[in-house]
Each structure stands twice: as C-alpha cells, then as structure tokens.
C-alpha cells in the first residue's frame, strides 16, 4: 500500500489532494470532538472512539463534500451559482456552504420531502424547486434548473470533489486519534463518505480495515459486494432515510476493491442503538448515523477488544416524531 | 482580587486546592468539549462558547464533586461507603464515582422518583432505600442508613468537597478557551456549581462575571440576592427539576457576596432553549441545563457582543417524555 490508487474511470483524489482538501476547508467546517462511552465499550467488548459529525454544520459530514466543492469552484462557475436534487443532508449542506461563500444554491427537493427538510434549506437561503417523487422527476427539473441558471451541479456523492470532502472526515479522526484504529465503520448510502474513508485509510492508515454499515432494508452495498457487480436499491423502505439511495459510478468500483466487509442491520437495531446513543451519550444522532453502532453490537465476535471508529455521520432528525415515541 | 478569598463558616478552597482537586480528579472525568453554534450566536448577538457537561460521565457536572469528595475519603471512610439523598444527578454520580473505587454507595431516594432515575442508580450499583417524599423523611431515612452503615454522607452541593469538585469545571473550560470570557454562567439550584464557579473566576479569571439562572418558578436565589437574606424554597414546580433545591449554608454566602446577578426564566423559555439545542446542536440537554441559554435568550442587551460562556450542566432527561412532544 503506497501513497497511489488504482484509477478507474476518473482520477480519484490522491493523498495529497486529501491533505489539501482538509486544509482548505479547516476554517469553514466544523473540527468535530472525538467521543467515547464507558457503558457502549461494556456493551460491545470493544474500545469505541466516536466521530460526531451529527454535531458538523448542518448537521452532517456533507457539509465537508460540499464546502469542498464550492471552494474549488471558478470564479465563473461561482457567479452561476450550484444545484442540486437531494431530500437530506447533501441539501441543506451545500446550501449553507454555498451562503457561506454568498453564492446561489438551487435545490430540487421532492413535493413530499419532510418540512423539517425543506425548512432547513430555506434557513440557508437555498432557492427550492419541488417535483414530483420519482428520480426521473428528480433529474429531469434538476436538468431544467441547470439549463435556466447556468448553476453548477454538485452530485451529492458521485462528485471527485465531494469525496475528497468526506475523505478529511477519516484524516481529521486520525490526527486526533494518534494512532490508527483496527476498524473504521461508517454508513453506505451512495458511498461518498464510506470511498472518502477508503481512500484516506490507504493512504494514511492502510493496517485500519474500513467497513461500510447499512440497513438490510436497503442492502444494495451488501448485494453489490457478494454478487461482484452493481445492483442498485429499488424503491427501499428503511427508518434510516439517508441510506436509501444507490452506489454511484465513482463510488462502486472503490468500495468493491477495497472494503473489508459491508455489514447489514434491522430496523430494530437501528432505533436500539440510536436511543442508546441518545440516552447514554447525550447526543443527537438521526437514523443513518446509528447504523454503524448498530452493525457493531450485532457483530460482537468481530469487534471484541479491537480498537474501532465508529462515524456518526449526522444528527438532522425530526424530534417532535421519534421512532421510540 | 488576589489568591484568597474571605472565609466564612467553614474555611473555603483556595486557588491550589482547585488546581489540587482538577489534577486528582483528571483520570476519572472526562474533559467535556466546548461547542459553539452559530446560530445561537445570531439569535443572541453574542458570543457563546458552551460547556459540556452534558457529556460528563453520568450525566451531568455533578461527577466532578462526587468523584473529588470519593476520592479524598480515608481508607476507614472509604471502607465504610458514602452516603446521600437525591432523586437527582447526584445520586447517580455518587453512585458511579464510588463504584468505579469499588466504594459503597447507600442512595435514599424518594418513592415517586422517576424510574429512569431509580434505574440509573441502580445500573450504577447503588444501593437504594426509598422514603416518603419529604424532606423530613429523607433526613430521617438518611440518619437512619447512616447510623447502619457508618457511610459517610456526601451532601449534594453543602460539602466543600463537592464545592471544590464542581469548581473545576470553570478551571477546565478557561483552560479550554485561553483567554478568560467576559461572563460565565451556569444553572442554580442548591448553589455547588454556581460556588464553585465564582471561586474559580476569583482566583483564575477575576474579570469575568458570574451569572446564576434559574427557573421564575423556583427563584430562591433570586430572592435571597435581592432581600440580602437567605429564602429558601418552598415546594417550587418546574420543569427544571434539578433546580427545586435551595441554597445551602456554605454556598449562599459565597454567591451572596460575589455573583454578578442572577436572571430568573419562565417555563416557556426554558422550554424553547432546551428545544433550540437539541434542534440545533444535535445534544441532549435536561430542562436545567437550558436555563441559562434562555437567561441569555431573555436578556439580550446585557450579553450583546459579548464573550459568555454558558454551562451545559447535564443531560439526563427521560427522552420517552420530552416536553414538546
């Protein structure tokens, strides 16, 4: 394991890429605390060390792929503003890094996405476009929106720039750890965060196994990874709304070629390690961020006595409709 | 303002015994992150640096005093165990401090304490007598388990040693932030916190200004600050339970003398704060710990550009009945 990668059908961030990517978003984005919990290291058998990106701005870890990406914009492409179609946290991410940066943010969002959603991205003066609930809808106003505003596309995971973004997750958990963890687990939804981890894993700390962590309700990583070849979600239903969508192009072949195992949990698991982690930890953790604990308490045997990282990858919940209400 | 400070009854920690007291208790507690929100620094205008205790081991700031009172028990008292009433975070740190000595902890609480509190307890080993729900009874039972046992009664906040405990918080955070802020405030309730907190300020930031808040609906130290006597409370109804007790003989004449002012908060502010945090911060933070977010909420002129840190005291809450649902 060297300081290269293996280049598929686009180059991919190199190590110092990752490195200039931490540094230039350091003074917009969030150094989250590192945590740890006496009662889930007695739970688990292991010695957990958390992540809080639930406690990055805008609530999630996109806000590094996105702040990434708008700082690496022309100053052309700034003027014409970024776009997006997204639900979740890639929305209100990129709309408070584009305001940041006092730049215009276009987000198509689903007629049906939650209010909760839909006024975080106006919060961040994001411009919202609604369309009807299917991808096809998703992309065809976005692809309206873009043509209208000349705006950038930001993809919230299938973007060169947006991984290298989620990769500083890793590198900035490494510097505060000293010393590499025998596992690192974040969740898989498209896979941006879990390449980016990848990636700074080989190059940083290539002895630390990466596992993605997903919902058996939206499993395609898990299928993907045992069939060999991409098989994309189809119409999943899952508590943990950020994980439903599929793999993209840049983020398959990475995650196939260099995970360590994709491990998949129940819904049950999920809101036990989520009320856990609220309960114990004090913490605020939306669905999709407790996965990985999840995986973690439901693989004790894997775990037990390793050192792991486990990435709370975000905190944006409804807290007036919570799963154990 | 130099290195001592007047003594009244009981003779009061000196600037070496804080620093004396951080030093022993630093391999038991953990050092609580400092978080900023730039939200609430545009919803305030001031500057808010937030310390949290909310994620201190069991839940809340009262481990520190706890574990500084286990830790300078003689072998004899040690042998024998500690004692207290609480139906609080108290009782849960005493529980957990002396646990993890291997100390005997005897916790009488009353009959109608919370469950979630009870199990806490419990998880944390201790051994509980329940009593009526009054404070005559809790003494009784109290003497009564103390004649028994020959533990040693650990008053939640009228204990120099728990005084000491708690002040290290504000030693902690002013470590944390360097430079000392324009104002400090934390949570009233019996007064450990808000003591310790001005002794720190005294010996190591004697600029800074201390603020104690508390609930409208439980305002004894308001009361006794502004008659310039002691009132104790009576039977207060609040959300912020851990704010009902009044102020002890050793910790009102500390605040009587030094505290800059206190800011007394409806329910309703509370409430909101307690929201906003949650909503914004992604943590978890009982009602108490609310409060004096919303006495900066409520008092916006006093606080205005200024540098002021606000102390997150715990986050032991029951998440199945939260009070905006």
């Known amino acids: 394991m060297g300081n290269e990668i293996e280049i598929y059908n686009a180059p991919l961030p190199r190590a110092t890429d990752i490195d200039s990517a931490n540094k230039r978003i350091s003074e917009y984005v969030k150094q989250t605390p590192l945590l740890t919990c006496a009662t889930l290291n007695d739970l688990s058998g292991a010695s957990l060390v958390f992540k809080c990106e639930n406690l990055q701005k805008a609530g999630s870890f996109k806000y590094r792929g996105a702040t990434n990406a708008i700082l690496k914009l022309t100053s052309l492409q700034a003027s014409k503003g970024v776009c997006t179609h997204s639900s979740g946290n890639h929305a209100q991410a990129l709309a408070l890094a584009a305001k940041t940066k006092s730049i215009a943010a276009y987000i198509v969002m689903p007629g049906n996405a939650p209010r909760v959603k839909v006024d975080a991205v106006k919060g961040y003066n994001g411009n919202i476009t ?77 002895r630390t196994k ?76 939306e669905p999709s961020a407790a996965v990985p604990l999840a995986a973690v308490l439901e693989n004790k045997e894997l775990f037990r006595n390793k050192k792991v990282a486990v990435v709370f990858s975000g905190g944006n919940t409804d807290l007036k409709n919570l799963p154990w209400n």
């Open 130 to 206: 609604f369309c009807e609930p299917t991808l096809q809808a998703r992309e065809s106003t976005l692809e309206k929106v873009r043509k209208e505003t000349g705006a950038e596309f930001i993809h919230p995971y299938n973007n060169i720039n947006v991984i290298e973004g989620q990769a500083t997750c890793f590198y900035e958990l490494l510097q505060q750890l000293k010393t590499a963890p025998d596992y690192v687990i974040t969740p898989v939804g498209g896979g941006g965060l879990l390449s980016g981890t990848i990636l700074t894993s080989r190059y940083f700390a290539p």
């Open 210 to 285: 990466v596992i993605g962590a997903e919902p058996i309700m939206a499993n395609d990583a898990w299928q993907s990874l045992k069939a060999g070849t991409f098989i994309p979600s189809e119409n999943p239903q899952t508590i943990a709304d950020g994980l439903k969508t599929s793999l993209g192009s840049l983020t398959w072949p990475v995650i196939r070629d260099n995970v360590y195992d994709i491990l998949a949990v129940s819904e049950e698991s999920i809101i036990n390690a989520m009320y856990l982690v609220w309960e114990r930890m004090k913490i605020v953790i």
